[in-house]
Every structure is written in C-alpha cells, then in structure tokens.
C-alpha cells in the first residue's frame, strides 16, 4: 500500500484491504504509548463509516461508497486504511484510500485531533490514485480530465502531481 517510506515516519501501523472486517476493532499503539482503535462500521460493502477512538472521544467518519478490496484487480493493492505518526504535521492522521464507482479511487485524510468529521485532505483519481511518503509531506500522484480536452490520439486522462500538506 505505501510506495516509498522514508526515514521520516516516526510509526505506521497499516491495515490493507484483505485484512480489513467491518464492525471490527482494530488497534494501534503509537509514539509515548497513545492507543488509537478504528473500525469500519457497516451493514453492507458500499456504505461505511470511519469510527476512530482515542480512549476519549469517538469520532465518525462518513465512507459512503467506499469498496476496499485485495488481490490483484483493478488497483486493489493500494485500497486500505493506515494511521501514521508524520515528521511533517504535528497530530496522527487515518489515510483512507478506497474505490468508489466502477473505476475511480478516493483518498482521505483525517484527524481526530481536530475534532471534526470532515476530512482534512480529499483527492480523487479517474481511474488511479497513489502516494508516496516525503520528508515534507505526501506526494499524491493521480490521474484526472485533461483541462483542454482529448488530445489527437483520443487520451482525455492525464497525470497530476499534489502534495499534502500543500507547499507554498
């Protein structure tokens, strides 16, 4: 699932596809002994719901339309859910990356720490979405409608490069 980790992430615990089961605590002790859990909640494969405790506080994340999956079809490889401890931002985040649709892949950022159930960071691939850990931040690669339109060759799709935290 993580292309490239550098010496700069401090804690990873890392959950893929196969080994994700809803309504199903997962845990994760991370730097000075937090523990975090997280589950997905769920009556069914599309709609699903991030839960995040940190032995305080729940927090509910919405993941409707979400599919993860394993194996080798379709990008499966790189759908999972994983909580890092980052040398570039200052809290834990959950990065979720899932499909949704028939083709496209989604990207989520949480943090619990800022106490709202929105994502901090969302990004979307037409057909792929993968991400490689820097030592200043995520370098998100996906692909995306080409803003002039289809080229001669009939490719309407091209690769886009972002980074999160976005650099100024």
């Known amino acids: ?68 999956c394993s194996g080798e079809d379709d990008g499966c490889h790189a759908t999972g859910i994983v909580i890092k401890e980052l040398s570039f931002y200052s809290n834990p985040v959950f990065i979720a990356v899932c499909h949704q649709g028939a083709h496209s892949m989604k990207m989520f950022i949480f943090d619990p720490k800022k106490k709202s159930s929105e994502a901090i960071y969302t990004r979307h691939g037409i057909y792929y979405l993968h991400y490689t850990i820097q030592p200043r931040g995520l370098n998100i690669t996906f692909d995306d409608v080409r803003a002039q339109g289809c080229d001669a060759d009939g490719v309407c799709f091209e690769e886009r490069q972002q980074w999160w935290p976005a650099r100024e």
Do not use: P
């Open 1 to 68: 699932m993580i292309y490239g980790l550098v010496c700069t992430l401090l804690m990873i615990s890392t959950v893929d596809a196969a080994e994700v089961m809803q309504n199903q605590w997962h845990h994760t002790t991370l730097k000075h002994q937090q523990l975090w859990k997280w589950q997905l909640k769920s009556d069914d494969m599309q709609g699903r719901q991030l839960q995040i405790d940190n032995g305080k506080n729940i927090y509910a994340y919405d993941l409707m339309g979400c599919r993860f």
